[in-house]
């Protein structure tokens, strides 16, 4: 079974996944931001995406603590298999700093150069 963590941004929950069935796909059309290639879910709907999903075989964690998703490298390296694999991405000064989707993108960021951000720009 594939897992999907997911994440609460401001007033949204947020996931990134790529759903290879395009009937689950047209399910949750309306939840996706094609400009940030992630699913977007308001807070009222959470339980019905949640339920779509489960039933489509997909296991959800809810990540309540970002800062073990969360690296960052500077503005002028190399990002883009770090960028694919990110929920979220946001510049501050010459850094970018990033929301992983899991663990293991994360560990795979860290392996190309990214280091832990330790503050709390996502929370």
Known sequence: MAGINIFKLKNDYV????LGDPGLFKQLGDYYN??????????????KVQDILQAAGYDIT??????????TIGRFQKHKDILKNSVDVQEVGDDKIFLMKDQESVEMALS????????????
């Open 15 to 18: 996931f990134k996944q790529y």
């Open 34 to 47: 094609g400009a940030q290639y992630r699913f977007e879910i308001p807070e009222a709907e959470l339980d």
């Open 62 to 71: 809810m990540i309540d603590n970002l800062k073990e998703f969360v690296v």
């Open 112 to 123: 190309m150069g990214a280091t832990k951000y330790e503050g709390d720009l996502f929370s």
